[in-house]
T-cell receptor, first 112, second 111 residues
């Protein structure tokens, strides 16, 4: 296992289009997190799963955002009707319960 | 509300000298703290952590100090190397919620 993997690394989309990102966590980790990072900010929490259950969603996560983690393995984050304000780095991380979370390399989204 | 604050957006240090990065927190439920390092276009990588039952943790050139009464922690890097140039994030963990990150401090180590 080489760590947390995210796909794609970069995505450019037109405003109004839907996008979907994928995250493959470290296999033995039961928690999976989605964060968003914009310039000059730290990672901001979006949502997280413990196994297949989505335990918490940030108020940052509008109705246009949805995340799934079927069977407690990989996860997808979908953004519908993208807006320019959605442009950011989307980070996925995984951990075994609490403690150190290991991050993927992120997906850079640009909405034009 | 910012539960984790890194008040210095940037820091420049000469190679070989000590780098001290500071972090303040407001959430008394945090019982575990972590430092992450981030290079451009990469995800954050875990650096070092400290439990609230300790006041110091050391790993090679990196030492983290925790002052619970002041709700303050610091990361010391000695000696600083050019490869340490990155953005450093402090994060708090209360166990019941995901990690909460500060805004980061950009460290530049000048050769």
């Amino acid at each position: 296992d080489t760590g947390v993997s995210q796909d794609p690394r970069h995505k450019i989309t037109k405003r109004g289009q839907n996008v979907t990102f994928r995250c493959d966590p470290i296999s033995e980790h039961n928690r999976l997190y989605w964060y968003r990072q914009t310039l000059g900010q730290g990672p901001e929490f979006l949502t997280y799963f413990q196994n297949e259950a989505q335990l918490e969603k940030s108020r940052l996560l509008s109705d246009r955002f949805s995340a799934e983690r079927p069977k407690g393995s990989f996860s997808t984050l979908e953004i519908q009707r993208t807006e320019q304000g959605d442009s950011a780095m989307y980070l996925c991380a995984s951990s075994w319960y609490r403690g150190e979370a290991f991050f993927g390399q992120g997906t850079r989204l640009t909405v034009v | 509300d910012q539960q984790v604050k890194q008040n210095s957006p940037s820091l420049s240090v000469q190679e070989g000298r000590i780098s001290i990065l500071n972090c303040d927190y407001t959430n008394s439920m945090f019982d575990y703290f972590l430092w992450y390092k981030k290079y451009p276009a990469e995800g954050p990588t875990f650096l070092i952590s400290i439990s609230s039952i300790k006041d110091k943790n050391e790993d090679g050139r990196f030492t983290v100090f925790l002052n619970k009464s002041a709700k303050h922690l610091s990361l010391h890097i000695v000696p600083s190397q050019p490869g340490d140039s990155a953005v450093y994030f402090c994060a708090g963990d209360s166990g019941n919620t995901p990690l909460v990150f500060g805004k980061g401090t950009r460290l530049s180590v000048i050769a």
